[in-house]
Nanobody, 119 residues
Framework: QVQLVESGGGLVQAGESLNVSCTAS????????MGWYRQAPGKERELVAE???????NYALSAEGRFTISRDNAWDMWSLRMLSLKPEDTAVYYC?????????????WGQGTQVTVSS
């Protein structure tokens, strides 16, 4: 089991920056991939950025060049640095962790943190 708690988020104006962070507890050594998703009103949840233990990092096209995901060496905390925010970045941002075992993979989610970008 992995528990995830987000922090950060809030209300900013377009063009400003914001960080969101995620702290994991529980079986953190079993985490294979960690990342961020977001869900805007009326839309499906979508990947923003993700990194894994094989060294791969993926960004949504909308995030490339503006957002950066980072993590600590213990794999129990990761952050998303968001620059040049746009009103369309407004969403609830969810911390995500994936655990992969021999028989199955498991997805864990934080409770979500609101990011609102005003124009």
């Amino acid at each position: 089991q992995v528990q995830l708690v987000e922090s950060g988020g809030g209300l900013v104006q377009a063009g400003e920056s914001l960080n969101v962070s995620c702290t994991a507890s529980g079986s953190v050594t079993s985490i294979y991939a960690m990342g961020w998703y977001r869900q805007a009103p009326g839309k499906e949840r979508e990947l923003v950025a993700e990194t894994d233990r094989d060294g791969r990092t993926n960004y949504a096209l909308s995030a490339e060049g503006r957002f950066t995901i980072s993590r600590d060496n213990a794999w129990d905390m990761w952050s998303l640095r968001m620059l040049s925010l746009k009103p369309e970045d407004t969403a609830v941002y969810y911390c995500h962790a994936r655990v992969i075992t021999v028989v199955a993979s498991y997805d864990y989610w934080g409770q979500g943190t609101q990011v609102t970008v005003s124009s």
